[in-house]
């Protein structure tokens, strides 16, 4: 673990990964805002409400005297791949980068995969965000492809 601020060292000390609730929505909602996803706290705690109730997807925060960190991971199935964990979200607020707290949310979710009987986890990392990318390679991910990513609004 990196040397950080007294605070990221005492925070480490008593971090707590649990699945999210509804009225993390705020902390979620300005941490989503540091990546430039802005997004109010009522669209979070809306699209928490349907996504807790389902079962092939997760959220888990890092919890330590605050809301440090989230990610959201899903079960996926596509015809030609088997099913596999796919984490769509990863966020740590600036002030805990380099603590650990990636890492264990990472791990939980990893953890979840298992326990669903999945064997691979996936993720996507954009091009604009190279200092995540040694990050995913230190804790055993492997980039395997670049792509372009195409939107259409409907």
Known sequence: MAKGSGKEAQSMNKVNIRRAETDDA????????????PVTTEEIAQRLERLLKRD????F???????AGWTHAAEQEILELERFCEIW?????????????????IE???????SRGLTRVMLR???????SHPFYER???TRYKTQHAYRKRL
Do not use: C, F, H, M
């Not at 979200?89 to 949310?105: A, C, D, F, P, Q």
């Not at 990392?125 to 200092?131: D, G, L």
């Open 26 to 37: 705020a902390a979620v909602a300005k941490l989503s805002e540091t990546l430039g996803y």
């Open 56 to 59: 092939d997807q997760v959220v």
């Open 61 to 67: 925060v890092a919890e330590t005297d605050e809301i």
């Open 89 to 105: 979200g990863l966020v740590v607020g600036e002030e805990y980068r380099r603590s650990g707290i990636g890492r264990l949310v």
């Open 108 to 114: 939980a979710a990893e953890q979840w995969a298992r």
């Open 125 to 131: 990392s954009n091009i604009v965000r190279p200092e």
């Open 139 to 141: 804790i055993g991910y």
